[in-house]
């Protein structure tokens, strides 16, 4: 009988060396495919803005104008354009000269309302797709993505830009902060 005891234990013993030996598999094959599932999730957020767009584009003929939205405080620093597809630098002005221009309603490719703009003048051929970017200096910025097309194809009213949940007035995007209510810097 001592030897039944032995194998009982030694059938134990291998029985608990499977099963770690398979717990360690089970994590070496399954980390590889939790880091790719966070790896996947956190490029869905980082693509998926989590907010709405705070900026709208309108075109008028030759004239392209970006409404940024910001709280009475916010001044414009700079403002850059990169084709989407080669994320080449379009064109960067900055520090808009109007007050318009400071407060977020910026007209693009008007070298004369910007300290400096480069180039000064407006490509030939704009990209099919645009990324804007509006700095406000240290505080940060906003930037959005804009299919020229589909900006035409919207035909926005006077005052009204096209953003990705549709159009809406500077008025309506300025309204998407929570400024405090009552418009003073915080």
């Known amino acids: 009988m001592p030897g039944t005891t032995t194998n009982g234990v030694a059938e ?17 094959f399954a980390a590889p495919i939790a880091l790719a599932f966070l790896w996947i999730k956190f490029l869905t957020v ?8 705070l900026l709208g584009l309108r075109i008028d003929g030759d004239t392209l104008t970006v409404k940024t939205a910001q709280c009475p405080w916010d001044r414009v620093r700079l403002v850059e ?17 109007t007050e318009e221009g400071r407060g977020g309603l910026l007209r693009l490719w008007a070298a004369e309302e ?31 993505f804009f299919d020229l097309a589909v900006v035409r194809a919207a035909a926005p009213p006077a005052g009204s830009y096209w953003t990705p949940e ?21």
């Not at 980082?46 to 767009?53: E, F, K, L, R, Y």
């Not at 003048?121 to 910025?141: C, F, I, N």
């Not at 159009?167 to 810097?185: F, P, S, V």
């Open 12 to 28: 134990r013993r291998r029985g608990g060396k499977v099963l770690v030996i398979g717990l360690i598999a089970l994590a070496i």
């Open 166 to 186: 549709g159009i809406r007035t500077g008025r309506e995007l300025d309204e998407l902060l929570d400024c405090g209510g009552d418009g003073t810097a915080p």
């Open 114 to 144: 910007y300290r400096t703009s480069r180039p000064a003048t407006r490509p030939a051929e704009l990209p099919k797709q645009l990324d804007v970017s509006v700095g406000y200096g240290s505080e940060g910025g906003v930037g959005g």
């Open 46 to 53: 980082m693509s998926d803005p989590v907010g709405p767009g």
């Open 81 to 97: 354009l990169h084709d989407s597809e080669s994320e080449k630098l379009v064109w960067r002005a900055d520090e808009p000269l």
